[in-house]
């Protein structure tokens, strides 16, 4: 193991490997940084959607940069297939978020014309549909759907294989992958940065902060500023079924290999460690209204996870002025923006500065002086 | 495969196997009565479709999942024989509506 790198990522989960994975695509010398099995670790509690429809509602720039990323997808799942052997199993041929009864029918409709009259935004082509189009598409559905939105961009992808075929393609990269290494110091002189860590000093002529919810207490070492708000979710997987759910819907999805994921709770707790089953209930109550025929199948496994989440649902990436080469980068998003953190911040880390009219909108300079921006990007 | 002992003296209980008719006896379980029937009881895996039997008889290994009386999934280890079930060998994943 060498000590010095090109570029040091502190943080090991699917947005830190993503980076780590871009520069060693480009042939930087790269250490990634993480902590332990014991870690509240987010990129193993996510939902695995690839999602675009609602994103961005108060911030446009946020709408171009997830479009961009699900279209950047198939060449991420490809490079990592060549690479790695791995298939991830991606999924694009659009999602669905229904609704049961009017009232949320008429919610929903309300937030596409509000996220369709927003000036700058790309174009979505969300769209709201019947109950009797959504059926066409989803002919389980129940008859409490009262219908739902539709977005040709979404899709979903097997994200714990995702995580291993960045990690297996860190060894064809030779990038260095160094756990148990939670960092509680950073200083620059002479030209590079001196990491403390419990096992060794590790020096790096750059650094990208991708800690998660930790980059609130690492991005001041360097002069950064990364406000979070950290939720937290449940998720419930039932046994396997024939495939029935040939579209990702915002809360349930059914696995490449035939499991259904019933999720997308979002409570404000930190503790992780036990189950809230009056929020397991609720969630799967919905499920089956949305889906009856759910009912007759067992649940196998259940979680909470916390989830990474910036202090206003969007994603922060900036560099420090006062410390040049530091860069910091979090988002709520890790799977759906995998792909413009591979191949986008990983380039612009290289080369050494982010670019204003492509990432310049996510500069933690938006939590100015006028008050913390307060729009959820989630 | 398996061949029941003459000193069994426990009364028949008619099941059927993916129709077929069968004589197991009372205070099988499912998994007991397939393997002692003549039929092919191998199930195939939900995700590789690997061919596979009962294996701990104990409710551990679930190696022992078929369709009973139309539930899919089911642990036919744990669940004894009863007059007129209808057991179906699984094939893949539980289907919808089973």
Redesign the interface.
């Known amino acids: 193991m060498r000590t010095d790198y090109d570029v040091a990522v502190v943080g090991g989960g699917l947005l830190g490997s993503a980076i780590a994975w871009g520069l060693g695509r480009l042939g930087r010398r790269v250490a990634v940084l993480d902590e332990g099995d014991i870690t509240k670790r987010a990129s193993r509690a996510n939902f695995a959607l690839v999602w675009v429809q609602s994103k961005g509602l108060g911030m446009p720039a946020y709408t171009v940069w997830t479009v961009q990323a699900s279209q950047a997808w198939s060449r991420l799942a490809s490079e990592l297939k060549q690479q790695t052997d791995l298939d991830v199993s991606l999924q694009q041929n659009g999602g669905f978020h229904l609704t049961l009864g009017e009232d949320e029918f008429g919610q929903r409709a309300e937030l596409v014309r509000r996220m369709h009259n927003q000036t700058g935004a790309a174009d979505y082509k969300m769209e709201m549909l019947s109950a009797s189009e959504v059926k066409k598409s989803l002919p ?1 559905i129940g008859p409490e759907v009262s219908g739902g939105s539709y977005c040709p961009l979404d899709g979903h992808v097997n994200s714990l294989r995702t995580f291993r075929a960045f990690h297996t393609g860190f060894k064809a990269f030779s990038i260095d992958y160094l756990p148990e290494r939670p960092v509680s110091a950073i200083s620059q002189s002479g030209g590079e940065f001196r990491l403390t860590t419990p096992q060794a000093e590790l020096r790096a002529a750059k650094i990208v902060l991708a800690a998660g919810n930790a980059n609130q207490t690492l991005a001041p070492m360097v002069g950064l500023y990364a406000p979070m708000g950290p939720t937290r979710g449940q998720i419930v997987v039932t ?6 759910l040939p579209h990702p819907l915002t809360t349930i999805r059914q696995t490449d ?2 499991t259904v994921m019933i999720g997308d709770s979002k409570e404000d707790e930190l503790d992780d460690r036990a189950l809230k089953h009056s929020i397991s209930a609720v969630m799967t109550d919905r499920a089956q209204r949305m889906f009856p ?1 759910l009912s ?3 649940v196998v496994r259940s979680w909470a996870g916390i989830r990474v989440m910036p202090q206003d649902g969007f994603p922060i990436y900036d560099q420090s002025e006062t410390h040049p080469g530091a860069f910091v980068a979090c988002c709520h998003s890790g799977v759906t923006l995998a792909s413009n953190h591979a191949f986008e911040i990983a380039r612009m880390v290289a080369q050494g500065s982010l670019e204003p009219e492509l990432v310049g909108a996510f500069s933690a300079s938006r939590f100015g002086a006028n008050g913390a921006a307060n729009n959820s990007g989630y | 495969m398996f061949k029941r002992s003459e000193l069994d003296k426990r009364p028949p209980v008619q099941i059927f196997i993916d129709g077929v008719a069968v004589a197991a006896r009372q205070g099988d379980t499912v998994s007991a009565a397939l393997l002692a029937s003549s039929c092919d009881a191998r199930r195939s895996t ?2 590789s479709g690997a061919l596979r039997l009962p294996y701990c008889m104990m409710g551990v290994c679930f190696d022992c999942l078929v369709t009973i009386d139309g ?3 089911r642990q036919g280890c744990l669940v004894p024989v009863a007059e007129g079930m209808q057991i179906e060998i699984q094939k ?7």
């Open positions: 389980l046994e396997r079924t024939m495939p029935f290999e035939g025929h007759r199948l067992n | 939900a995700v539930v899919g999934n893949g994943k539980r289907e919808i509506g089973k």
